[in-house]
């Protein structure tokens, strides 16, 4: 705002604000796309610090203090779809698949004889598993010293599970695929599948609670 001075012509002033006020914006626009990425990165990191303060409500010197709270926060956070691609060139990308959001969560805690089902949250039912019981997914997750986190796919119930350990804790995500999918199609394109899931904003949390649990 600048006041104009009684018998300055008012036309010629405008233009010339105008004309300063268009070269400042000009340097502007040819950053946009550097303002706009770092629009988006605040906003991440503000919503990424707000959801860490309420795992840390519920998280307590490396102990779940309430692992029902936990689970419900994760699986409202990992709640939009992931679009899977290929990338064929440095120019072109193949649309694969989308992953629907989460409907579940299973947690479970290492033990001798069993992996103790912990608690659960959203659509399934769950209960512990023996460790001999070498066709689960969070057995084979278990014994595997050298994984970290890893994906399977059930053809039958058309839903990627999606697992990660933090010690003595194990997580499992259930994502549903995106219509009808064949365990071959599924297996061919696992780790583009898994890769996404990885990149994906939710994962930070899991990333998250990984360091929280000494994971």
Sequence with gaps: MQNLNLGTEMVTQVKTQLSIMTKEGLQYLSLKSAIDQALDHF???GDFYENSLK????IQKGEIIDTRRLLS?????????I???????????????????ATAITLYESDIDEMKLVEYDGDVTAESIE????????????EDMDVEET???????????????ASPYI????????????????LKYQNHV??????????????????LLGG
Excluded: W
């Design 194 to 211: 898994l890769d996404a899931i990885i990149k994906s904003k939710g994962y930070q949390y899991c990333y998250f609670l990984k360091k």
């Design 171 to 186: 997580f499992c995500i259930h994502f549903p695929a995106n219509g009808e999918m064949t365990s071959d199609y599924a």
């Design 131 to 142: 460790r001999d019981n070498k066709d689960s997914y969070v057995v084979q997750t278990a």
């Design 83 to 101: 679009e899977v691609f290929e990338i064929d060139t440095l120019y072109q990308t193949k649309y694969l698949t989308t992953i629907k959001p």
């Design 151 to 165: 994906l399977y796919y059930n053809e039958e119930k058309h839903l990627f599970y999606f697992l990660f350990k």
């Design 73 to 81: 926060k994760l699986r409202n956070l990992i709640v939009k779809e």
């Design 43 to 45: 906003q991440m990191y």
């Design 55 to 58: 795992f840390l409500e519920v």
